[in-house]
DNA sequence: TTACACCTTTACGCAACGTCAAGGTCAAGC
DNA sequence: GCTTGACCTTGACGTTGCGTAAAGGTGTAA
């Protein structure tokens, strides 16, 4: 039984090119070549492509199954379940791509005379959502499911105008935060605008503001990675600024 | 309100190769160049950055955003409801890959000494869930659940030698059908052959064997385009052939 | 011998950038 | 005025798994 390899191609359906290629990156190789060159494959080979393919089918890539089918030390259930875990982890994200898709046509169809409103709307939710996948566990468990609820529905409620502000705001912030932040000064003139526009933009999404959360906000910024990151991104110490300044203007120093 | 690129890509939380390549693929041009060609990006260059990223984050290719963002008369809603449709079907396929996945797993972790039926016992599942996947609906309004249902678990408690059996069958089969079809003639021994391994083959999998039910499986496949191509890989009139060679053998011809 | 189907290697293309490389520009400090 | 160092530029290769020519050698049947 041997092959040559457009009929080991039509009896496992694949194309020349990809059992060339397969060649190529040495994860199987014809039993030999003939004298003219061609590739001569045999019955191991053939039920070496149908596990190839099989592997294939479960969505591996090509280097691991190289190493699942070439390498008898290889840990295939390990590699298996690490697959697994990816393929789960990319079906949630399938999952809130869906939603979001979803929730952007039903907004866009609502309104079919305010254009805009469609990009709008998707924003709100987009940021709700975001929020809660990323933070949701901690700052429900912190805060409270109502105070949050509340917040997310602040935020839904706002009208484009308030939305846009809210935005612009947001940016206003970022500008002036890198700005302060060259000051070294968390007291400065420049630092506490921040602080203020930080409480402005705060008060988008809050139900109440007080001093104290502001200021336990502010900590958390510097506690937790994932807010230090988002601020650092303007200044390498601009989550520890924006808390020294916040602290300062909330009066809860020293 | 002027940002080099690098003070965009920070507001923004993209890289400044990736602004590059948006202005290469002309997507978001800058407001302008300096004298020393510095690219020079405005305030209306952020807002229209901001909803290249929402869309992106929507898993929109670029291609499609690039129109979206820049031609008002494209259809934006239908281009989300088009995506939608991409990202459910991704899912389907994500979700047999999954059920896969796991079913190996499983199959691999039920028996340690013996390795491969790992495999073994995937590909059954493989071809229970392919067959349905594909033809369940139809197979199933032709045959009747029961007869289905049977099949499959007929598959599934076929042993490991059986299976080998039963592939080794099935590749046998498409190598005489490639054989037989050369002679032309349905008729000839190697045709009446294939045929009877057509019947080995099938008997592996249907509860009982009857010539009337395997000529009317013949006539589906040439019938059913999907039936027809599975047969047509190893030679164009493969699946005409191969009912030609059942009738006559099955004696129910003219 | 002449088709014609098959085989070979080489190499570009795809999506959306990441990652050097080689070199020009700008503000700051000496 | 000169040097640093952080910024900017264009150009080009690498990523994954092949599809798709292009240019040329081989096998076989008429």
Redesign the interface.
């Known amino acids: 039984?041997e092959y040559t390899i457009q009929k080991l191609g039509?009896?496992a359906?694949v194309s020349t090119r990809t059992l060339r290629y397969y060649d190529e990156i040495g994860i199987l190789k014809p039993a030999r070549k003939n004298s003219a060159g061609y590739r001569i494959y045999g019955r191991q080979e053939?039920d070496k492509l149908?596990?190839i393919l099989?592997y294939r089918?479960?969505?591996l890539d090509l280097d691991s199954i190289k190493r699942l089918v070439n390498d008898p030390a290889f840990d295939?259930?390990a590699a298996?379940?690490n697959?697994?875990q990816q393929?789960?982890e990319?079906?949630r994200q399938?999952?809130l791509?869906?939603t979001?898709?979803?929730k952007?046509?039903s907004a866009?169809?609502g309104e079919i005379q305010m254009a805009d409103k469609?990009?709008f709307e998707?924003?709100k939710q987009?940021l709700v959502d975001d929020n809660e996948q990323q933070y949701g566990e901690e700052v429900r468990a912190k805060y409270g499911d109502d105070l949050v609820d509340r917040s997310n529905a602040k935020m839904l409620n706002m009208s484009e105008a308030q939305y846009e502000e809210f935005?612009s705001i947001e940016?206003t912030l970022?500008?002036k935060l890198a700005e302060a932040c060259e000051t070294e000064d968390p007291a400065s003139g420049i630092a506490q605008q921040t602080a203020d526009l930080h409480r402005q933009w705060l008060s988008f999404t809050w139900p109440m503001y007080s001093k104290e959360a502001h200021a336990g906000l502010a900590e958390m910024y510097v506690a937790d990675e994932r807010f230090a990151a988002y601020y650092n991104?303007?200044h390498p110490n601009a989550a520890e600024f924006l808390r020294d300044a916040i602290l300062i203007y909330t009066g809860t120093s020293e």
Chains 1, 2 share one sequence.
């Open positions: 039984m039509n009896l359906g053939v149908q596990q099989f089918e479960l969505g295939g259930a298996l379940k697959h697994r393929l789960l990319k079906r399938l999952d791509l869906i979001n898709v979803e952007t046509i866009a169809e469609e990009k998707g924003f987009k935005m940016r970022m500008e991104k303007v």
